[in-house]
């Protein structure tokens, strides 16, 4: 067992032991090798793949060609962290948190040699992994799912030794619509399975809709309101197709985008609190409620979601990289707090953009709010300048109070970015009537005199007036 933790003037010396490698883990591991020194901190970091500190959001552009090479997406290689102090076990997976010995027990996936180490702080950033169904044909070889770099890797292999050139796409959330895209550029037939009644379950389906009629007309079918069954292989066990109750859609390759979930399986056999969507549920500061000496950070947690109130689980990398600055401080004693999120996210399939932040209708009738919609077109330039694009934006509003619920934009360049302006009037708790005050960058190749957003407040401050009951 690994106990010894002796400084090199020999007094004693923490323990940090981190569990996960990429944004949230070595986040916090690098922000606490800032703040305290090795012969205070001893900084132990496992993790079970190939890479460390990687972009797991470019890598339908990497498998699109958007991105050449792989190590474009590394933002930090195992070396640099060992350079800084961090002892860092590449291909080692922890299989067991003893909350009660305060040690974890690591098996090396090439070895198979496990032991156990001892921890004064640990740090679980195990991240999320993909929703593959349980259906027959799903572990077929040609069907990937895709959510780390060897994920990636192996789904490029799969196109360069597939003579076929039809895939399949189950799921159209914003991995599997930016995964259309990426088979799109690569020259593949691609017909997208999905589930909802329309594309981007994120979005009320009203702006779903202007989804799905741009992905058709950039060639992709689109199979909506549908379930798959199962997936259909040939003579030679590979993927030939997938099934749904009413039809067959040949694949030559398939990718899974219908989500992921929690990865707290270790988590939850060691008997720390979980949230309703299976994440690990933790205190401002990081800290898994209950346990002095363990944070959580990343796509294994829940956060709080500042418009609702309520716990819900967003797997971004921009919250991740936040949690394990957060922790990296707290841990190496300074002091932080990850207030919350209002859901911000931005997407793209061709030229489309998608952008989204705060509740949708849905999401404010679960958390009892009586609300205002309203929906208008705008443009992100002024009309007359050349290269202005058309962009529709839905706002919802508090009814009596105005209060700004949540926007969603849906339009071509210039459009998705703009949902920033509403995040941070979420953020601040921003009335639609404030709102129409925001002195707003203006310029012609920029915007209308009335931003889209200002339009659509405007717009929902008559409603909210018309409507005060």
């Known amino acids: 067992m690994d106990m010894s933790r002796t400084s090199s003037s020999g007094g004693a010396r923490e323990r940090l032991v981190v569990i996960g490698g990429d944004a949230a883990g070595m986040s916090a591991a690098s922000q606490a090798r800032r703040l305290r020194g090795p012969d205070e901190l001893e900084i132990v970091a496992f993790e079970r793949g190939h890479f460390t500190s990687y972009s797991a959001c470019g890598i339908p552009y990497w498998v699109g060609g958007d991105v050449s090479e792989r190590d474009q997406l590394i933002a930090r290689t195992p070396e640099e962290h060992r350079e800084r102090a961090i002892d860092l076990r590449m291909r080692t997976e922890v299989v067991e948190i003893d909350v009660a010995g305060a040690r974890v027990r690591s098996r090396d996936l090439d070895s198979g040699a496990e032991e156990w180490t001892a921890y004064d702080k640990l740090v679980i950033a195990t991240g999320a992994r993909p929703v593959r169904p349980d259906l027959p044909g799903m572990d077929a070889p040609g069907v990937h799912g895709v959510q780390t770099l060897d994920d990636g890797q192996a789904l490029l ?8 050139r039809r895939a399949v796409v189950v799921g159209a959330g914003y991995i599997g619509v930016e995964m259309a895209e990426a088979l799109i550029n690569r020259g593949y037939e691609v017909t997208v399975v999905n589930r909802g009644k329309e594309p981007m379950s994120t979005l009320d389906p009203d702006m779903g809709r202007l989804v799905h009629t741009a992905m058709e ?14 997936v259909l292989t040939g003579d030679d066990g590979r993927v030939r197709a997938v099934a749904t109750e009413d039809a067959e859609y040949p ?102 953009e998608i952008a989204r932040t705060g509740l949708r209708e849905k999401d404010a009738l679960r958390a009892g709010l009586r609300f205002e919609t309203v929906t208008i077109e705008s443009t992100s330039r002024a009309g007359y300048y050349p290269g202005a694009a058309l962009m529709t934006v839905k706002m919802l509003a508090e009814r009596r109070t105005g209060r700004l619920l949540g926007v969603q934009i849906v339009g071509r360049e210039g459009a998705a970015k703009r949902v920033d302006i509403a995040a941070v009037a979420l953020t601040a708790g921003m009335t639609v009537e404030q709102m129409t005050a925001l002195d707003l960058g203006y310029a012609p190749p920029f915007s209308p005199v009335w931003d889209p957003i200002l339009v659509a407040a405007r717009k929902a401050v008559t409603a909210v007036r018309n409507n005060t009951r």
Request: charged share 20%; proline share 2%; hydrophobic share 40%.
């Open 217 to 230: 007309g950039l060639g992709i079918t689109m199979v909506d309101d549908a379930e798959v069954t199962k």
């Open 157 to 164: 292999d799969t196109l360069a030794g597939t003579k076929g």
């Open 251 to 352: 694949a030559d390759v398939v990718v899974l985008g219908i989500g992921v979930r929690p990865e707290t399986t270790l988590a939850e056999a060691a008997g720390l609190p979980l949230g309703e969507h299976g994440g690990l549920l933790t205190d401002l500061a990081m800290r898994v409620r209950g346990h002095t000496d363990i944070w959580a950070g990343g796509d294994c947690v829940e956060v709080l979601d500042l418009v609702s109130g309520r716990e819900r689980h967003i797997a971004l990398g921009t919250h991740a990289n936040k949690h394990g600055q957060v922790i990296g401080s707290n841990v190496g004693g300074g002091y932080a707090t990850f207030p919350g999120v209002v859901g911000t996210a931005v997407s793209k399939v061709c030229d489309l």
